[in-house]
């Protein structure tokens, strides 16, 4: 898939996906098959024990893995996902979603995220598999 495809889906889902902005996240890379997601835990982060809230961490592995899986150019979305947590995160820590695939056949796709803090400590590991529901190109959909 071209560069250029990647980039233009890449600009879509940043646009739209509004968890990127209400979580603070920024992407790092994006491209067919892989992409990188990062956020500094801040306030609004926090579960009640005052550290990173699992769903934040969830939520930062699902964009990464939604932008390798769909920077193909085909709309895809998550048919199963699930998470490991290895350690805690603090206030402030910079947290890294770095997503890669495992297998894309024709219509399904599976990836791994695995997240890291700055000082490349495994925080946790994401797994998802993908459905195509669309042969169309995703920036054609909807909102285009």
Same mark, same amino acid.
């Given at each position: 898939?071209?560069?250029?495809?990647?980039?233009?889906?890449?600009?879509?889902? /940043?646009?739209?996906?509004?968890?990127? &902005?209400?979580?603070?996240?920024? $992407? %790092?890379?994006?491209?067919?098959?892989?992409?990188? *997601?990062?956020?500094?835990?801040?306030?609004?982060?926090?579960?009640?024990?005052?550290?990173?809230?699992?769903?934040?961490?969830?939520?930062?592995?699902?964009?990464?893995? /939604?932008?390798?899986?769909?920077?193909? &150019?085909?709309?895809?979305?998550? $048919? %199963?996902?699930?998470?490991?947590?290895?350690?805690? *995160?603090?206030?402030?820590?910079?947290?890294?979603?770095?997503?890669?695939?495992?297998?894309?056949?024709?219509?399904?796709?599976?990836?791994?995220?695995?997240?890291?803090?700055?000082?490349?400590?495994?925080?946790?590991?994401?797994?998802?598999?993908?459905?195509?529901?669309?042969?169309?190109?995703?920036?054609?959909?909807?909102?285009?």
């Amino acid at each position: 898939m071209s560069d250029e495809t990647a980039k233009k889906v890449a600009s879509h889902i /940043a646009k739209y996906d509004k968890l990127i &902005g209400l979580f603070d996240m920024e $992407i %790092e890379e994006a491209a067919a098959g892989h992409a990188r *997601v990062s956020m500094e835990v801040g306030p609004n982060h926090l579960n009640a024990a005052g550290l990173c809230h699992g769903a934040a961490l969830f939520a930062l592995a699902d964009v990464a893995f /939604a932008l390798a899986v769909n920077c193909y &150019g085909k709309m895809a979305l998550a $048919i %199963e996902a699930s998470m490991n947590y290895f350690r805690p *995160v603090k206030l402030g820590a910079r947290v890294e979603a770095s997503c890669e695939e495992l297998f894309q056949g024709r219509r399904t796709g599976t990836y791994i995220c695995h997240l890291r803090d700055s000082d490349q400590k495994k925080i946790a590991v994401f797994k998802a598999t993908a459905f195509r529901i669309d042969e169309g190109a995703v920036t054609l959909r909807g909102r285009g």
